[in-house]
């Protein structure tokens, strides 16, 4: 879902960050500035899909 959020073209907070951005700060820079982010959340879903347990040792840790 956050990715989704992320993702043009319809990108919800890059839309946002847009609006409360200065004029000087174009949505290049936005898509620049969020790219990182967007790159982690990718190794993270796929570090996910190949070792399941990562998503499940602290639930089960925990109770």
């Known amino acids: 879902m956050q990715m989704g959020l992320l993702l043009p073209p319809h990108g ?3 839309m946002t ?3 409360v ?3 000087s ?3 290049t820079h936005i898509f620049l500035a969020v790219t990182p ?7 993270l879903l796929v ?3 190949m070792v ?3 998503a499940t ?3 089960g840790w925990m109770g």
């Open 12 to 14: 919800l907070l890059l």
């Open 17 to 19: 960050m847009r609006g």
């Open 21 to 23: 951005a200065p004029p």
């Open 25 to 27: 700060v174009t949505m």
């Open 37 to 43: 982010y967007l790159a982690m959340s990718v190794l």
């Open 47 to 49: 570090a996910v899909f």
């Open 52 to 54: 399941p347990g990562i």
């Open 57 to 59: 040792w602290l639930p």
